[in-house]
């Protein structure tokens, strides 16, 4: 299995499955070979063949990284008093499935997942008055700075729930110079 380019190899998985650029008529996605292309670089052609050429490495093990928060949730009071039989009937009404350990409780409102103000003033003018289940439950995850798979239907929130914690993250960390 495995996805193809125009590459002698087959990429990852090695070859066989996946789409091959002679897979379909168009010769796939990207032009010239599969994802991405093959040797004519695809649909982007060499204008972003340099990118990146003027960064300077960075050393991993050097001990230079700058430490940096990831923790900015704070749990509400209100979902904090819950005992854990009404807890867990607040996860079953909302249908929230958890695997894993430490998982942070949900948030019952925007304002109690720990978003900035132009966030929160964002999802009122954009008619959102309370946060789904994905959104209830990933926030708190996502703004932890957790791993997360959240899966939920087409429509539920999902891209606000990583998006809005993502952009918390963003904005916390030191410029790179």
């Known amino acids: 299995g495995g996805f ?8 990852a998985g090695g070859g066989g499955g ?6 379909r008529p168009s010769g796939g996605f990207g032009g010239g070979g599969g994802f991405g292309g093959g040797a004519n670089r695809g649909s982007f052609g ?20 700058t430490p940096f928060e990831k923790n900015f949730y704070k749990p509400s009071e ?5 005992s854990e039989t009404d807890f867990n009937a607040y996860l079953a009404k909302l249908e929230i499935t958890l695997k894993g350990r430490e998982i942070p409780r949900p948030c019952i409102t925007f304002g109690d997942c720990g978003l900035p103000d132009y966030i929160l003033e964002e999802t009122v003018k954009q008619g959102f008055t309370k946060p789904t289940a994905i959104q209830a439950q990933g926030m708190p995850i996502a703004m932890t700075g957790r791993d997360m798979v959240g899966i939920a ?3 539920s929130g999902k891209t606000l729930a990583y ?6 993250h963003i904005q916390h960390q030191e410029t790179v110079h």
């Open 4 to 11: 193809r380019g125009g590459r002698p190899g087959g990429g």
């Open 18 to 23: 996946g789409f091959r650029g002679g897979d």
């Open 46 to 65: 060499d204008r972003q063949a340099n990118n990146g050429a003027n960064l300077r490495s960075i050393k991993w093990t050097s001990g230079d990284l």
């Open 78 to 82: 209100q979902i904090m008093a819950l």
């Open 153 to 155: 239907q087409t429509g």
């Open 163 to 168: 998006v809005a914690p993502a952009l918390v």
